[in-house]
């Protein structure tokens, strides 16, 4: 019985189904944030997650995709407050879209999603110009927590 408990609660926290008294209140936040994101479940999973806390939301569904919506809201003087990138998409991978990003003078957080969580996979983002580094399956909490440290954080300009 004590083993079955454990799986339920286990079951409900990966799903968000845990009482909030059980771990805290989850962070509330304010700011857009673009998701680059290939996989539809993912993405509803995602921005359910980032609205719930009260982001705004939007999806771009290759890094192709991403590069281009990210450069065209700063153009636009309407910026995304962080970039959620997935490094493994179509088109154009997570790799390449920070790089070219970050080549293009993008200098607010980006941070990793990778289902590949290793060390040198972690390396491997921040390399390419990631901030931080979230594994898949996603951890709200994690996640949530990630997002208010960077969200926090003062933008630096592309020449400091």
Known sequence: AEREARATALARLETGDA???????LPVLRGRVLVAEDGPDN???IAR???????????????RRALERALEAERASSPFDAVL???????????????ALRDGGYARPIIALSAHA???????????GCDAFAPKPIDR????????????????SPSD
């Open 49 to 63: 997650l980032l609205g719930r806390a009260g982001l705004e939301v939007e999806i771009a569904a290759d890094g």
């Open 141 to 156: 909490r994690a996640l949530l927590e990630l997002l208010a440290e960077h969200l926090s954080k003062p933008v630096s």
């Open 118 to 128: 290793m060390r040198e996979d972690r390396e491997r983002c921040l390399e390419a």
């Open 19 to 25: 009482p909030a008294a059980s771990l805290g209140p």
């Open 85 to 99: 990138m997935d490094m493994q998409m179509p088109e154009l991978d997570g790799y390449a879209a920070t790089r």
């Open 43 to 45: 993405q509803r999973l």
